[in-house]
């Protein structure tokens, strides 16, 4: 009776190890996409960045393409449609937020305003904010130290020129936004350093449509704190055939073509495709996981000179994978 036991505990085992060794078998021989993974749902991402020019941020959205693309995210890029930024801006983040995307990006033109505007919403989905962060609420800010940016183009400018000299500064919109932080440090270094400091306020830097080189001619030199702005200034001294020592803030394709035709003196520049793709992967990390961690950026001093450099061409000149 025993042995007879014994025997169909064998024959049970034997069944058992073939029958895996079948299981296995078939795992190893048929294609992979017999069984296809459940792929994740792709992320709806809004975002905004402002008045859209495509070239002024090219590296930036390409950044994000590439995130969007590894990440598995669908982008939703959205601009105002009037000169009052601010004001659209709320408006169309507001959409967004009743539309149910999953996340938003957005580079704050009135941070303070926007502060206002969430902290009125019951609730909101994931937010990361570009260049300047929203104070007093836990959200994912990617960019860079506006106030040490600020310091170092106040430093190298000081260093071109002798003590004494006045300085003009270009006032971006806005008193709370990074390129109000930048300029107010750069300020600061200037005053310390015995320079007279010059304000004007043109938000979209001086144009030769508008300003007459009058503006410009008690100045030694010009610093701008916004991209933008950069470009738009750089072009009219250009126009108005002026020669003067420029120093601004941005690295985009146009900004380094005047850096190298001598139209701009140095630049603190950074990668905008890491810009944006960090900011594609805060905001689908945290619309999957609740993740609203920072991400600072490191930025160079970059002249004529150092153009060429492998390092800085790659900060310039980004080629996505």
Same mark, same amino acid.
């Given at each position: 009776?025993?042995?007879?036991?014994?025997?169909?505990?064998?024959?049970?085992? +034997?069944?058992?190890?073939?029958?895996?060794?079948?299981?296995?078998?078939?795992?190893?021989? @048929?294609?992979?996409?017999?069984?296809?993974?459940?792929?994740?749902?792709?992320?709806?991402?809004?975002?905004?960045?402002?008045?859209? #020019?495509?070239?002024?941020?090219?590296?930036?959205?390409?950044?994000?393409?590439?995130?969007?693309e #590894?990440?598995?995210?669908?982008?939703?890029?959205?601009?105002?449609?009037?000169?009052?930024?601010?004001?659209?801006?709320?408006?169309?983040?507001?959409?967004?937020i009743?539309?149910?995307?999953?996340? /938003?990006?957005?580079r704050?033109?009135?941070?303070?305003?926007?502060?206002?505007?969430?902290? !009125?919403?019951t609730?909101?989905p994931?937010?990361?904010?570009?260049?300047?962060?929203?104070?007093?609420?836990?959200?994912?800010?990617? +960019?860079?130290?506006?106030?040490?940016?600020?310091?170092?183009?106040?430093?190298?400018?000081?260093?071109?020129?002798?003590?004494?000299?006045?300085?003009?500064?270009?006032?971006?919109? +806005?008193?709370?936004?990074?390129?109000?932080?930048?300029?107010?440090?750069?300020?600061?270094?200037?005053?310390?350093?015995?320079?007279?400091?010059?304000?004007?306020?043109?938000?979209?830097?001086?144009?030769?449509?508008?300003?007459?080189?009058? @503006?410009?001619?008690?100045?030694?030199?010009?610093?701008?704190f916004?991209?933008?702005?950069?470009?738009?200034?750089?072009?009219?001294?250009?126009?108005?055939?002026?020669?003067?020592?420029?120093y +601004?803030?941005?690295?985009?394709?146009?900004?380094?073509?005047?850096?190298?035709?001598?139209?701009?003196?140095? /630049?603190?520049?950074?990668? #905008?495709?890491?810009?944006?793709?960090?900011?594609?992967?805060?905001?689908?990390?945290?619309?999957? !996981?609740?993740a609203?961690? #920072?991400?600072?950026?490191?930025?160079?001093?970059?002249?004529?000179?150092?153009?060429?450099?492998?390092?800085?061409?790659?900060?310039?000149?980004?080629?996505?994978?």
């Amino acid at each position: 009776m025993r042995e007879k036991k014994n025997g169909a505990g064998f024959l049970g085992t +034997g069944i058992f190890l073939l029958l895996l060794g079948a299981m296995v078998f078939l795992s190893l021989a @048929l294609p992979e996409n017999l069984f296809p993974k459940q792929e994740q749902r792709l992320v709806q991402i809004s975002v905004l960045l402002g008045e859209w #020019d495509g070239a002024l941020w090219s590296n930036t959205r390409s950044g994000m393409d590439q995130a969007a693309e #590894d990440l598995g995210a669908e982008l939703r890029y959205i601009s105002p449609q009037s000169a009052q930024e601010s004001e659209d801006q709320s408006d169309l983040m507001l959409r967004e937020i009743s539309g149910g995307t999953d996340a /938003i990006i957005i580079r704050p033109a009135d941070p303070e305003k926007l502060c206002r505007v969430l902290n !009125n919403q019951t609730s909101y989905p994931p937010v990361v904010t570009l260049d300047s962060d929203l104070s007093g609420m836990e959200l994912a800010c990617v +960019g860079v130290d506006s106030e040490e940016i600020g310091r170092a183009l106040a430093q190298e400018a000081a260093e071109d020129h002798p003590r004494g000299g006045t300085a003009l500064l270009i006032r971006p919109e +806005g008193d709370a936004n990074a390129a109000a932080e930048r300029m107010a440090a750069a300020e600061a270094v200037l005053e310390q350093k015995g320079f007279t400091v010059m304000t004007c306020r043109k938000p979209s830097g001086l144009d030769a449509r508008e300003d007459e080189p009058s @503006l410009v001619e008690s100045a030694d030199f010009i610093m701008v704190f916004e991209a933008g702005a950069l470009e738009q200034t750089a072009q009219t001294l250009r126009t108005w055939g002026i020669i003067l020592p420029l120093y +601004g803030t941005g690295s985009s394709t146009t900004i380094a073509g005047l850096l190298e035709q001598g139209y701009i003196t140095a /630049i603190a520049a950074w990668s #905008d495709y890491a810009a944006g793709y960090l900011a594609v992967e805060r905001a689908v990390g945290a619309a999957r !996981n609740g993740a609203v961690d #920072d991400s600072k950026i490191q930025f160079q001093i970059v002249r004529k000179e150092d153009m060429y450099e492998p390092e800085i061409q790659k900060l310039l000149f980004p080629v996505s994978g």
